[in-house]
């Protein structure tokens, strides 16, 4: 089955630092998306991108879909200390079904 | 409106009991998936139902099993419990249509959280 690899599996940054995580896929998907989890929570969705090559910013996230398919990368910039979570990458090659990374675990020190 | 309902939020259980956990989805989504999510494995699809058929499934054995009424709402069940089954189950609804790939936003619960003893 489809496999995703995210990196890195955690950070410990600075307030004010950017951060940068990505996923891998050894097979392509139609979609990716870019969810973050709060202790006690389901994941929240961030970021949706729908075509290969696309570039999507929210705020101070961006995420792009990579050309081949195959991978995605989330940046954050200047992080505070409500970006402390997880942050998950998913794809999705059909609706209904999603492929979740193991998630990157991030800590903002003030 | 209001978002996704995911009850009970905490249940113990012991091996070999069953167990049934519920999701009210957003209204008038049709589409419902369900994850276990656990420290090593990560977040695992069990399911997905739309219009109270099963659309697509993971690779969990056959004591997960789920239904979607029609309502929309959902239910989960776990017979013959392992301590391994101890886990956050999460539900998710979308707006998805019956057909065609695409982004329809998932939103999650805030999941069961499911101890076996």
């Known amino acids: 089955g489809q496999q995703l690899n995210q990196s890195p599996q955690s950070m410990f940054i600075q307030e004010g630092e950017d951060v940068s995580m990505n996923c891998t896929s050894s097979?392509?998907?139609?979609?990716w998306l870019w969810y973050k989890q709060d202790p006690g929570e389901g994941p929240v969705l961030l970021i949706a991108?729908?075509?290969?090559?696309e570039l999507t910013s929210n705020g101070r996230l961006t995420a792009q879909f990579g050309i081949t398919r195959k991978d995605s990368f989330l940046n954050i910039s200047a992080s505070i200390p409500s970006d402390v979570g997880i942050y998950f990458c998913?794809?999705?090659?059909?609706?209904?079904?999603?492929?979740f990374g193991d998630g990157t675990t991030l800590t903002v020190k003030p | 409106k209001a978002g996704v309902t995911q009850t009970p939020r905490y249940l113990i259980k012991t091996r070999g009991q069953q167990v049934t956990l519920s999701c009210s989805p957003i209204?008038?989504?049709?589409?419902v998936s369900w994850y276990q999510q656990t420290p090593g494995q990560g977040l695992q699809f069990l399911f997905e139902y739309f219009s109270e058929t099963q659309r697509n499934k993971g690779n969990f054995p056959g004591r997960f099993s789920g239904r979607q009424f029609s309502n929309s709402r959902s239910e989960m069940n776990v017979s013959t419990l392992e301590l391994g089954d101890s886990a956050l189950y999460l539900c998710?609804?979308?707006?998805?249509?019956?057909?065609?790939?695409?982004?329809?936003?998932?939103?999650f619960g805030s999941g069961t959280r499911l101890t076996v003893v």
């Open positions: 998710a609804s979308s707006s998805s249509p019956a057909q065609g790939a695409g982004v329809y936003g998932y939103t």
């Open positions: 209204s008038g989504h049709r589409s």
């Open positions: 998913a794809g999705q090659l059909n609706a209904g079904k999603s492929t």
């Open positions: 097979s392509i998907f139609n979609t």
């Open positions: 991108l729908y075509k290969a090559g």
